[in-house]
């Protein structure tokens, strides 16, 4: 079975532009989460959805929003981009959405905001 | 609010056992434990549930003492796989799971 793919790999994006972030859980889960990693630090949480609906969010600005789609895809979309958006984003999938509940993550796309 | 994790980084010789401590100031209801590589994703290494035994297999394995709030993961016999940088991952019941600044470990030849 395929793992988590996320899609692009890598981007380049000036300062003040749009971007979108494509990620697919491993088939028959339903949660899929968003995390932000600093080179040196740990994933910072964004983003958790179940269904469909949002079940969490991180100390992250409005700038920041996702959906998942009823084939539990997601999508991660973070506008009028700053410099220090530049990072690491993991999209992580889970069979649920409780405690407890064991992480895959995808590769993940590295942000470059010049 | 972030984990605490140490130490931040060690070097340890193949054959040699270490100890990656993570504490929380929040009650938890679980830790997870994940080891990345540089350049690769994070890989689930075992979850420790509130109320549940000491997990582990072989030559890796996690406590977690509820009274403290505290995890630690053993490595014992270290091979040159080991080698990437460890991270705890803390939980509050019906909450978001939140990521220590993680632990370098480097096992030489």
């Known amino acids: 079975d395929a793992g988590v793919t996320q899609s692009p790999t890598h981007l380049i994006k000036t300062r003040g532009q749009q971007v979108t972030l494509r990620c697919s859980p491993i088939?028959?889960?339903?949660?899929v989460s968003w995390y932000q990693q600093v080179l040196g630090q740990g994933p910072q949480f964004i983003f958790q959805?179940?269904?469909?609906?949002?079940?969490g969010r991180g100390n992250f600005p409005d700038r920041f929003s996702a959906r998942q789609f009823p084939n539990y895809s997601s999508e991660l979309n973070v506008n009028a981009l700053l410099l220090g958006d530049s990072a690491l984003y993991l999209c992580?999938?889970?069979?649920?959405?409780?405690?407890?509940?064991?992480?895959?993550f995808g590769s993940g796309t590295q942000l470059s905001v010049l | 609010q972030q984990p605490v994790q140490s130490p931040q980084a060690v070097i340890l010789r193949e054959g040699e056992d270490a100890v990656i401590n993570c504490s929380s100031s929040?009650?938890?209801?679980?830790v997870h434990w994940y080891r990345q590589k540089h350049g690769e994703a994070p890989v689930f290494l075992m979850i420790l549930l509130k109320g549940g035994e000491q997990k582990g297999h072989e030559k890796i394995s996690a406590s977690f003492n509820e009274k403290k709030q505290q995890s630690s993961l053993y490595l014992t016999a270290s091979q040159l796989s080991y080698s990437g940088t460890y991270f705890c991952?803390?939980?509050?019941?019906?909450?978001?799971?939140?990521f220590g600044a993680g632990t370098i470990l480097r096992v030489k030849s």
């Open positions: 929040k009650a938890l209801y679980s």
């Open positions: 991952g803390s939980q509050e019941y019906g909450n978001k799971l939140v």
């Open positions: 959805y179940y269904e469909k609906e949002e079940r």
């Open positions: 992580a999938s889970s069979d649920g959405a409780g405690v407890g509940e064991k992480l895959f």
């Open positions: 088939s028959g889960h339903k949660s």
